[in-house]
Every structure is written in C-alpha cells, then in structure tokens.
C-alpha cells in the first residue's frame, strides 16, 4: 500500500500509473462488447488527454537535466555522449511544440494548422517523438554492446586471477544486470515507436493501421517496463 501511495505521490510515478491505465483500457477494449470497448476508449483518450495538460509543466525540468548533462564530458563513450546529447535535444523541442499543438488544438491561440504541406502540429510533435526514440534505441544498442565488451574483458581477467573469483563474479552480476536493463529499454523504445508510426500521417510503413487494442498492447508492453524500472530505481 504505501509503494502505490508513494508512487502516486511523486508527478512521474503518477504519469507511469496514468500511461499504463490508458493503454491497459485500449488494450482491453480488443476482447469485450462494442458498448464496452467505447466506455475504455473513451476513458483511455481522457488520461491521455490529461497527461499531455500535465506535461505543460515539463519544459523547466528537462531544461535543467539537459543543461546538467551538458555536453556529456563524464560519458567516456564518445557515441553514447553524442546520442545523449542528441536525445536531450529532441527532447527538449518536443514540449514547446506539443505546448503549440495543444494551444492550438484549444483554439487559444490563432495559428496555421498545417504548418508543413499537410502535417498538423501533432504530426510534427509525432515525427519528433519517434526521432527520439530511434536515437535512444541506438544509444542503448551502444551501451548492450560496451557492456558485452566489458563482460568479456572480465571473463578474461577472471581466468587468469583464480583467486579474486568474488570480485570478478560480482562485476560480472552488475554487468549482467546493465545489459538486461538495456534490453528491456530497448524493448520498451520498440514498442512505442510501433506506436509513433502509425500516428505518422498514412504512406509511412503501418502509419495509421493499427487497431486501437494493438496500440493498446505496444503501449502496455511500454509502460509495464517503464513503470517496473521506475519501482527498481533504475
């Protein structure tokens, strides 16, 4: 009880609650009654719509974690640093133009809707989006494979100093540990940029084919890791 009251306490634990309800009401919306699945739609549509106010508040936070990271001289990776810059980057020119697409979904400010040939706001935003996601799964393929790197580089010391085995042997579990977070975030990156596509206008890939309940199910698988990486303190 109180690791739900202290994740709903903090706005980030919210947030992960509120994306992993709405996409679990999508995905659920793909196994019951017609009558039904609209009720979970619609209350999936509304926690998302209440998540995209709620990240009106974001720009200040993600402006002091990138200008903390800076330019990433601790990363020693020189690919690692420049991806993580790049993702900040992104990121951080994401919120003002979902601030504009919102604004302007609202009517509260008079701006052109289709600012690029027939793509909205929410299209660029989109575009953005999965930008960023195909940076962070390089970033974390990078990091998969500096991490197989230094497991061999153990293993190799390991052999030829039998008697610092706990040592090794521990340095070989943290890695380990390292390389299975990477994947899971690489699993969780996938599956919302599955997502990202298909708001793409159509003519892109699967742009616009997905069901509401397979939107669902990547959105779940997503936010089920996201969210378990959150309660480990990742």
Known sequence: MSLIVD????????????????YSSAFLSGFVNKKTA?????????????????????????????????????EKDKVVRRLSVLSNLLNQL?????????????NLINVVSKPWKSWTWWDLCTLLYGATLVVEILR??????????????VLRSAKAEPDNRV????ELWSLQRKKTVEMFVIIQHSADLCNAIHWLPSGFLWAGKLLPWQVGMFGTISSVI?????????
């Open 38 to 74: 609209v009720k979970l739609g619609i209350f999936s549509k509304e926690l998302s719509a209440c998540r995209t106010v709620l990240r009106l508040f974001d720009d200040l936070p993600m402006l002091a974690y990138t200008l903390s990271y800076g330019l990433g001289a601790t």
């Open 140 to 153: 974390c393929i990078r990091m998969f494979k500096l991490l197989g790197h230094r497991k061999g580089h």
């Open 226 to 234: 996201g969210l378990r990486m959150l309660l480990g303190g990742r």
């Open 167 to 170: 040592k090794h042997g521990r």
């Open 94 to 106: 994401y919120f003002p133009l979902e601030h504009l697409a919102w604004l302007q979904d609202k």
């Open 7 to 22: 994740l709903l306490a903090s706005h980030r634990g919210r947030d992960k609650v509120l994306r992993t309800v709405a």
